[in-house]
């Protein structure tokens, strides 16, 4: 193993680019979660969708990923409407429902996680796709970076850094934080409930879709390859936490970080095992997150 | 208080446990295997119940015992008769349960879910790059008892299985449970021991689906990882014991036989949807029938007592 | 030897003082009062007391034994209970099943159903929830849940009962009922009572002793008399004579 490498920009540049990606999926669900506490697991799937989309658009129309991001937006907030319609609502709306809310939540995510994820391969087959796009190679310094990966990185980075100014600075971000908040009280002072939580849904599931359809550009596309995603955005939100969307930038690079440096340290195959080797490890001596706040796990 | 059998429940699991006996006796070696694979889901569905059903602490990895139940009888295939790697299994699986058990159980509700999915990922990933390291792609079992002997053995295990999840239900152990599930901290305050109920219950639960997998890898004569690790286990043995009832081991013997009858039928014609379609099941009954079929029809029960009484 | 002693108690949240330097004891027998504006940190005690949460410094002694610190069923099972004060009744299970389930575990640990059942039917008698106890406590109103919770906590067989703010939301008829209903309890099943109320009227007629917290300190102690004359205290709930704009101190 070469020592050299570990303190190249070469490793940085790369967790950068992890990073940002999964500090963007894992805004995506800090919203629907800060909001309405349902845990969207099927929301790394949707990043599959947005995959697959920029890459059958790519393959059989030439259309760019950068252009078919729009299309994987429409197509994440239908399904993200569909499913608030027809699965969210009727769970929030019958009292009993509601008491039960987090774990039914659960179960029907999961049913839809399992809905998703089979669909895309009935659909897609289960062969690995991938395609060549913007793929020369630069240089920053003594560190090298496909264009796509640079690319991705400033795209994410950029969207994460707007929803956060977004949510700070806007009358709906403002509605969003006080949810977060407390749910009672943003409704006593006349927050319409309904329209926020499908506002956050319908943009969390963009960002997951986008988020998708940038990796698509230089990651393998698989079926089940949604679910990493899924688990290194909820390390993210435990570790920046609940509702703190800088928190979760910060996470989100420091987990990049972690696994880039890890995988050189180790190789890649250990990949899933270091993201969830960091998940256990953070609930077992860090569930407050890094920067304190709601307490997760018991004392 | 909860408590035993009426007649008609009685009678209908004395019918059921004799079908079980007597059903090598007339059918057919496929229709024999169908009956293993049913009362396999039925020990997982009923074991997963213990924990999941009664705490309300969603396992979404319990696949994770089941194929480490599957390893240790690979593993020892040469080493030991086949019952006592079965046997193995189960311990193995506790010990497991005990180490994931101790931090998984300090998180609740979704972080609970995404933990135990995420230790059952982890650990098949571990198993397939120890697999690598030895350079095995699978391991082949050969010289295994008869199909009938491992069919006897599944019905062992489905009906301990039962017994269990039905007498936990009615102890004083499972009313705590119960308390657990509705509030946790007002169960501590009342003096129930919530983290040594909690975790009794998740290694009680992992026993018995690790001889499951023993028995499973047995019959199929091989063993590969990604089989029996596969988180359609999890998903099954949750949706057959949210569509029956997840309360009651009663309403999850009929979850089981529903869902086991429609996968045979799913899986001859139809394999690529069968994810899909038990998912979208899952998400119908989550909306339509929370307390599965079980429950719904004891709602109706309590409903039409009450109105009874009112009338008298 | 008193059944309680609180030393020292102090809890802080982060940078924020809940409770500081409390210091308290209650013999066996006795009806205490905790009084004090929101926020006075009251709750926080109990919370204390039962386990719930563990202070930051000082010490807890009952009944001999040092409970600061153990976790919230092992001061249950030494015979401590307490009620919430936003209830929290067992919802999806009966209302007997509520009880039960106080008297299987708690301080009395009956092993068997039949007498945890039993023993259950014999408190509902006592709060009149008799004939509720078929009923899912969910369904129960806001005054029944309250008698739940009292219910349930004393069929864990407790030496000290503590109450948080039970009368809340009753009305005044209501209100005599549960101070009835409170004062048979102790004396039928030999209970210490320590009870945090806003309720004064009720207060003042039901307790022996009062204790008064301030911004999580203890301020002034004595009988409701001593208490409802203390300037501090009145300082503390009405503001002085500046505040008010008035020349009564």
Known sequence: ?299 | MIRGLDKITGTLLVALFALIVLWPTFASNYEIGVGFDTMRWGALALSWVVLSGMTGYFSFGHVVFFGLGAYIVAVTWLVLPWWGGVLLSGVGAGILAIMVGYPCLRVRGPYFVILTFGVAELVKFIVINIEAGLSMSGRMLLGGPSTITLYYSMGVLAVLAFILAFWVRQSRFGAGLRAIREDEDAAETLGIPVHRYKMTAFVLSAIIPGMVGGLFVIRGAFFEPPNVFDPRVSLTMIAMAVMGGSDDPRGTVVGVIFLALLSQYLWANFPQLYAIIVGLLLVIFVLAAPDGMWGRWQAAKRRSRSMQTQDS | MALLEINNIEKRFGGVVAVRNVNMIVNQGERIGLIGANGAGKTTLFAIIAGNQRPTSGTITFDGERISGRRPDAVSRRGVARTFQIVRPFGELSVMENLAIGAMFGARQERSIDEAEARASEILKDVGLTDRAADFASDLTLAGRKRLEVARALATEPKLLMLDEVLAGLTPSEINEAVAMIRDLQEKYKLTVIMVEHVLRAVMQLCERIVVLHHGEKIAEGSPEQVSSDPAVIEAYLGTSKSLGTSRS
Not at chain 1, 71 to 84: K, P, R
Not at chain 1, 140 to 168: C, M
């Open chain 1, 1 to 299: 193993m070469d020592l050299e490498v570990l303190f190249s920009g070469q490793l940085l540049i790369a967790a950068l680019s992890t990073g940002s990606i999964y500090a963007l999926v894992a805004v995506g669900l800090n919203l629907i979660y800060g909001t309405m506490r349902m845990l969207n697991i099927a929301h790394g799937d949707l990043a599959m969708i947005g995959a697959y989309i920029a890459f059958w658009m790519f393959t059989e129309a030439g259309i760019s990923p950068f252009l078919s991001l729009p299309v994987s937006i429409l197509a994440s907030v239908l399904l993200a409407i569909v499913t608030f319609q027809f699965l969210v609502k009727p769970v929030m709306r019958s009292a009993r429902m509601r008491d039960q809310a987090e774990a039914n939540s659960l179960l029907i995510f999961f049913g839809l996680a399992e809905i998703i994820r089979n669909g895309s391969a009935a659909i897609n087959t289960t062969n690995p796709r991938g395609y060549q796009y913007l793929d020369q190679v630069l240089h920053i310094g003594n560190a090298a970076i496909t264009a796509n990966r640079l690319s991705a990185l400033i795209i994410a980075l950029v969207l994460v850094i707007g929803i956060t100014l977004f949510f700070r600075f806007t009358t709906i971000g403002l509605a969003l934080r006080a949810l977060i908040q407390d749910r009672t009280a943003a409704q006593i002072v006349g927050i319409n409930l309904e329209r926020i939580f499908l506002i956050s849904f319908c943009l969390g599931f963009a960002l997951a879709a986008v988020a998708g359809g940038l990796v698509s550009m230089y990651e393998q596309i698989l079926p089940f390859m949604g679910f990493p995603y899924t688990i290194a955005a909820f390390v993210i939100i435990i570790l920046g936490g609940l509702g703190n969307l800088t928190g979760s930038l910060a996470a989100g690079m420091l987990l990049g970080v972690l696994e880039t440096f890890g995988i050189a340290l180790t190789g890649p195959s250990f990949r899933s095992i270091l993201i969830y080797g960091v998940l256990i490890l953070v609930l077992l001596f860090r569930p407050q997150g890094l920067f304190g706040g709601r307490r997760v796990a018991a004392r």
